[in-house]
């Protein structure tokens, strides 16, 4: 089993930054991907970014490329997501994610956490 543990949503006026931390433990694969999603009201959760955390490719939704930077610290056992230019379309529950590569992780993470509210105000 993997724990993953969310921290740093919050309320943030549009143009602002917020940066989301996620904490593993448990169960370690020799080489595994880590994630972010999120879910906003009334529609369904969609894949954010995700990292690869021996080789530290990352990958992200158009709608966040350019303003999101996904990142790894494996000392830390830690995936950060540090988010700019915030717009009010990116309200959401924020989840961090994990599986055993990318490929599987974009298509339906078996790890998830609990959830981060990040709201953006207008």
């Known amino acids: 089993q993997v724990q993953l543990v969310e921290s740093g949503g919050g309320l943030v006026q549009a143009g602002g930054s917020l940066r989301l931390s996620c904490a593993a433990s448990?169960?370690?694969?020799?080489?595994?991907?880590m994630g972010w999603f999120r879910q906003a009201p009334g529609k369904e959760r969609e894949f954010v970014a995700a990292?690869?955390?021996?080789?530290?490719?990352?990958y992200y939704a158009d709608s966040v490329k350019g303003r999101f930077t996904i990142s790894s610290d494996n000392a830390k056992n830690t995936v950060l997501l540090q988010m700019n230019s915030l717009k009010p379309e990116d309200t959401a529950v924020y989840y961090c994610?994990?599986?055993?590569?990318?490929?599987?992780?974009?298509?339906?993470?078996?790890?998830w956490g609990q959830g981060t509210q990040v709201t953006v105000s207008s």
């Open positions: 994610a994990a599986d055993y590569s990318v490929r599987k992780l974009v298509a339906g993470p078996d790890y």
């Open positions: 448990g169960r370690t694969f020799s080489s595994y991907a």
């Open positions: 990292v690869s955390w021996s080789g530290g490719s990352t």
